[in-house]
């Protein structure tokens, strides 16, 4: 579903503070996957999904998704292959517009824009029912401002959107990172709980390692802008927390001491 | 009476510049400063088409249409050349100082009668039929904001609209919902300078002339009014924003006639009561919270 072959980036090359974000990263994610992705701070997994979701671009390499090659489409355009949400919850939703305002901008994901009403009242149905499912009363509170909403309920609603119209890949980049470790839980458990229902391919960025290998059927460890560790199915859930360091002590020859992976 | 029929009039006529400025300002939260080339270029465009013997209404038209290629070449700077939007709004403004003199021939045009030996304007065909002129500025702006206001309203509630508000909301979450940010940015200033330069075209009709050196200090009466509005009626919607706009544009000029109609105040000093204006309902949430803070220790004590 969403195939990522070779790439290479390179943040401000030929000046002293170049950096190789990544280096020659391939991965193949098939129809279904739920991809957990860890790794220290600067490992490039931020990196890795911005180039996917095309707010990067890569210096060498191709993606596509579903076999269309999305390399060089500009962001707006392969919005309509992918859900996305961010690690803050602002950067999710509009604040000066209404909840039903954000959900049908959302729904509206890969079709022009045109003279229409930008809303009608069989979707208000349709949101209502949705936004019941995310167990928080926001189904109520459709006219509301978004800005009135806490960041939990923001990044449900983000979730939400992401999803409101199938993606063919969900793309989470530490999405409950900012939230209160309650609503973290409560975020990733609807995150689980959409997935699932909707058997979405996924890929969800998380520094929390415990919840790396209790989700997802297949998880990633990145170092150094490089993929080292890959494992799926049976072999991932009998990973531990202490595999996990291990692997990554050989790999990168280092201990993982100060690294806020650690703090999981 | 006369202070005040003058300041509905002009008021209404501003008020579709201050609608323009708040689109950019506060829709699309982008200062652009290419509205002070709007309003001349609408001005310019009027009073040579009109005085040249084209009809008022489609000169004015016309004007519109100018005011929105200047929406279209700032647009087209900031987004596609990447230039910061303060400056691509100044490099627009610059430019249309020359543009307009093109259009002019002359720094400065007089409506002059032409054709049958009179003066004509848009407002020619309400004051034939026996409204005096005040009263035909009056109803034909008054019109012309109901009717621009109602279109705005609608086009903003489309789905061309709503993106267009979002896209001053959050321009990450718009591309991530499949929406060229670059189009809707350069909608939204293309509507707002055509409003500003439909406010120009109306401005020149209504005194007369137009001159390149009307258009100094738009901005800040354009803000001067969004800003009373929501001082005074801190609107919520988008609709009520509107009309609190038109409202703030003629209390606006109630306040410029009531300052100028004190002795030693000259009419040159208009720009300068206007940025007084302008800081004292920036100030306004400070100066709020000032006197709670002496009302509330005064209750203590
Ligand atoms: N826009 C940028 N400009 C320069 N360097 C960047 C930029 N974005 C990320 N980097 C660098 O690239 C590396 C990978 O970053 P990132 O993908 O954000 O890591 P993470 O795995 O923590 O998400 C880091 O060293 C980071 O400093
Ligand atoms: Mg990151």
Redesign the pocket.
């Known amino acids: 579903m969403l195939n990522i072959e070779n790439i290479h980036l390179t ?2 090359p030929g000046t002293p503070i170049e ?1 190789h ?1 990544l280096n020659g990263v391939s991965l193949n994610l098939e129809r279904g996957d739920y991809v957990t992705v860890i ?1 220290g ?8 999904l911005n180039i996917t979701a095309g707010t990067l671009f890569p210096d060498k390499g191709a993606v596509s998704v579903d076999g269309v090659n999305i390399t060089h489409m500009p962001e707006y355009k392969r919005a309509q292959y992918l859900g996305r949400v961010f690690q803050d919850p602002r950067r999710g939703t509009a604040t000066d517009m209404s909840i039903e305002e954000n959900l049908a901008l959302a729904y509206r994901r890969g079709k022009t824009r045109g003279l229409r009403w930008h809303i009608n009242n069989k979707e208000r149905k349709f949101y209502k029912e949705r936004l019941a499912t995310l167990d928080l009363g926001l189904e109520n509170r459709l006219s509301d401002k978004v800005g009135l909403l806490s960041g939990g309920q923001r990044q449900a609603l983000s979730l939400l959107m992401a999803t409101l119209k199938e993606p063919k890949v969900l793309l989470l980049d530490e999405h409950t990172a900012a939230l209160d470790p309650k609503t973290a839980k409560k975020v990733l458990e609807l995150t689980n709980k959409i997935v699932n229902k909707y058997n979405l391919t996924t890929m969800m ?1 998380t520094h929390n390692m415990r919840d790396a290998l209790k989700n997802g059927n297949r998880l990633m460890m ?1 170092y150094e802008g490089n993929i080292i560790l890959d494992v799926k199915g049976e072999e991932k859930a009998n990973l531990t927390v202490q595999d996990l360091l291990k692997m990554f002590e050989t790999a990168s020859g280092e201990e993982m001491t100060s690294d806020r992976m650690l703090l999981t | 009476m006369l202070i005040i029929q003058g300041a509905v009039s002009l008021g209404l006529i501003f008020s579709l510049m201050a609608i323009g400025v708040f689109l950019s300002f506060r829709i699309l939260k982008m200062p652009d400063l290419s509205v002070e080339g709007s309003v001349i270029l609408g001005a310019g465009m009027a009073a040579r088409l009109v005085s040249g013997g084209v009809n008022p209404f489609l000169a004015t038209a016309f004007a519109m249409v100018v005011g929105c290629f200047a929406g279209l070449v700032s647009g087209v700077l900031h987004t596609k050349l990447k230039i910061p939007g303060i400056l691509a709004g100044i490099l627009t403004m610059v430019a249309s100082y020359s543009v307009v003199i093109r259009i002019m021939g002359a720094s400065n045009v007089p409506l002059l009668p032409h054709g049958p030996q009179r003066v004509v304007s848009v407002f020619t065909f309400l004051t034939d039929a026996g409204l005096s002129r005040a009263n035909a500025i009056i109803l034909l702006s008054l019109v012309i904001v109901i009717v621009a206001g109602a279109l705005l309203y609608c086009f903003m509630g489309t789905e061309f609209g709503s993106a267009i508000r979002a896209t001053g909301n959050n321009q990450q979450m718009v591309r991530a919902q499949g929406i060229n940010t670059d189009v809707m940015i350069i909608a939204c200033l293309m509507l707002s300078n055509g409003l500003v330069a439909l406010a120009g075209a109306l401005w020149a009709q209504q005194q007369g002339f137009a001159s390149v050196d009307m258009g100094i200090g738009t901005i800040v009466v354009g803000l001067a009014s969004v800003i009373i509005a929501e001082v005074l009626f801190r609107p919520r919607m988008f609709w009520t924003s509107l009309i609190a706009i038109v409202i703030g544009s003629i209390i606006y000029r109630l306040i410029i006639a009531l300052a100028l109609s004190v002795d030693f105040m000259r009419p040159t000093d208009l720009r300068l009561i206007t940025a007084v204006i302008v800081t004292i309902a920036l100030c306004m949430p400070l100066i709020r919270e000032k006197c709670s803070k002496i009302f509330a220790k005064k209750g203590e004590s």
């Open positions: 943040f401000d950096k974000a790794g701070n600067g490992a490039g997994k931020s990196t890795l960025v990145m």
